[in-house]
């Protein structure tokens, strides 16, 4: 948490609370503060499907994730060449989708 807060703080608003929560609405999804959050655990990129409006992750992963270095092999182009690829913004964050140790639902959650 550390990490995240210190590659964050030029974001910081300058208001009464001044949470790490409020200013994430204010980091532009892509850029690289935004990118900055993720562990690079690649849970993200494993089969997802809904039952009974709870997500489940089934053990397949995305054939464009390495799964020595968790990181997508295809990342600037992900959308092209795997069009199932959703975009991290800050609406799927919210939509509850990501697992609750994520860096990004654990900072929405504060």
Not at 25 to 37: L, N, Q, V
Not at 39 to 53: A, I, L, V, W
Not at 58 to 68: S, V
Request: charge should be positive; proline fraction near 5%; glycine fraction near 2%.
């Amino acid at each position: 948490m550390t990490k995240i807060r210190e590659v964050l703080q030029p974001y910081f608003l300058r208001c009464e609370t001044n949470t790490l929560t409020k200013n994430l609405y204010k980091i532009e999804p892509g850029s690289s503060a935004w990118e900055e959050i993720c562990e690079r655990c690649g849970r993200c990129c494993y089969e997802k499907y809904e039952y009974r409006d709870k997500i489940f992750y089934t053990r397949t992963p995305c054939q464009h994730l390495d799964l020595r270095t968790k990181v997508c092999t295809v990342y600037h182009d992900r959308s092209k060449r795997h069009p199932e690829c959703v975009s991290l913004t800050l609406e799927f964050v919210e939509a509850g989708i990501l697992p609750d140790d994520c860096p990004y639902v654990k900072l929405l959650k504060k």
